[in-house]
């Protein structure tokens, strides 16, 4: 394998990951929450008001993630704020 077909397919990678976390903003914004991007992440706000996660936080999204770990995360941080993605 030559370095450059590893770099295609990391790139190759790293827009199917990006096109995930465009997929899962749709079906956010589907429950009506809204998602605005901000750099290396989308802040999410339901009513105008910053989505927060049981700890306080407020809730993102990565903007290019590197594993598709993010998306168990936020499933479950969403449930426990009673929201079913």
Do not use: C, Q
């Not at 899962?24 to 989505?51: C, N, Q, S």
């Amino acid at each position: 394998m030559s370095l450059s077909s590893g770099l295609a397919w990391s790139y190759g990678g790293l827009m199917a990951m990006r096109k995930d976390v465009r997929e899962f903003i749709r079906k956010l914004e589907a429950v009506g929450l809204t998602v605005e991007p901000t750099p290396g992440h989308y802040h999410v706000y339901r009513d105008g008001k910053p989505l927060r996660k049981a700890n306080g936080m407020p809730f993102t999204l990565p903007f290019s993630p590197d594993t598709t770990r993010w998306r168990k995360t936020a499933v479950n941080d969403l449930r426990k704020l009673g929201i079913d993605v």
